[in-house]
């Protein structure tokens, strides 16, 4: 049962300390997604990669805000330093080619910034 | 304004009645429209897809797509207690870059 994995599923730090979520696509899909979800926001997305390469974080704040993508297996999305703002649950999903936009979500890591 | 719209609900309904969710988007150039569900603590769920103007039925889901009036809806048929979860609707961007953007979601709530 192919599934999008994530690490942690939960996580809470003290505000100004670095977070990373890390990602594991499924086994071909070649374009990841990041989505943030807050009660007052909704689902936002934050950035996304194809092909490993990024092709739009406009919704990320670049500031404290990073992903990469070091592998096909791989995605990380990183924040350095965080802020208590930045509690919210972060999915990763992933798809596959022209229908790209058929995605498919991990379970999320619920963030927690005191 | 989001470019997607949804009623933020929330709409309860009795077992065995038919749900039914609707959405409304900006973008017409969006092509292709998903139904999410997501319960509550969960990740989103992919039920249902739609790219051509009609119906689609998938069970005892039916999407159905209006260009013309940038509506799309969602009906759930003799509606499960089960079936209790919020319903995201979500386009697809005209461009090449195909990311979707989502509605704010209705919760739904199937009365037993």
Redesign the interface.
């Known amino acids: 049962d192919a599934r999008v994995t994530q690490t942690p599923r939960h996580k809470v730090t003290e505000m100004g300390q670095e977070v990373t979520m890390r990602c594991q696509p499924i086994l071909g899909h070649n ?1 990841v ?1 990041w989505y943030r979800q807050t009660m007052m926001q ?2 936002e ?1 934050l950035a ?1 990669f194809r092909n490993r390469a990024p ?2 974080d406009s919704g990320m704040p670049k500031d404290r805000f990073s992903a990469e993508m070091p592998d096909a297996t791989l995605a990380t999305l990183k924040i350095q330093p965080s802020e208590p703002r930045d509690s919210a649950v972060y ?1 990763c999903a992933s ?1 596959l080619g ?1 229908m ?9 890591t619920r963030l927690l910034v005191l | 304004q ?1 470019e997607v719209e949804q009623n933020s609900g929330p709409l309860s309904v009795p077992e065995g009645a038919i749900a039914s969710l609707n959405c409304t988007y900006s973008d017409r150039g969006s092509q ?1 429209f ?1 139904w ?1 569900r997501q319960y509550s603590g ?5 039920i249902m ?1 739609i790219y051509s103007n009609g119906d689609k039925e998938d069970g005892r889901f039916t999407a159905q797509l209006n260009k013309a009036s940038q509506y799309v809806s969602l009906l759930i048929r003799d509606s499960q207690p089960s079936d209790s979860a919020t319903y ?1 609707c979500a386009g ?1 961007s005209s461009g090449s ?9 209705t919760q739904l709530t199937v009365l037993p």
């Open positions: 374009t997604f909704g689902l997305l996304y092709l739009d999915f798809g022209k790209s936009e058929t995605q498919y979500f991990g379970p999320g | 989001k292709s998903f999410y969960k990740s989103p769920e992919l897809s995201l697809a870059a195909r990311q979707l953007t989502f509605g704010s979601g």
